[in-house]
């Protein structure tokens, strides 16, 4: 949502996880959670925070 936000345009959930990385595509395909080393990683390698 909030890289919907940033780009000013929809993006389906496997499209933002192709931006964020590898890691984070993985996570979420293979329907695990996040965990709390990798929670504050997200933000800036999603580029919403720099």
């Known amino acids: 949502m909030l890289i919907s936000w940033r780009d000013q ?3 389906t959930i496997e499209d933002a996880m192709n931006t964020v990385g590898e890691i984070y595509r993985r996570i979420f395909l293979n329907n695990e959670g996040l965990s709390a080393s990798k929670k504050n ?8 925070i720099r």
Request: no cysteine; net charge neutral.
């Open 9 to 11: 345009t929809s993006h």
């Open 41 to 48: 990683d997200l933000p800036f390698s999603s580029r919403v």
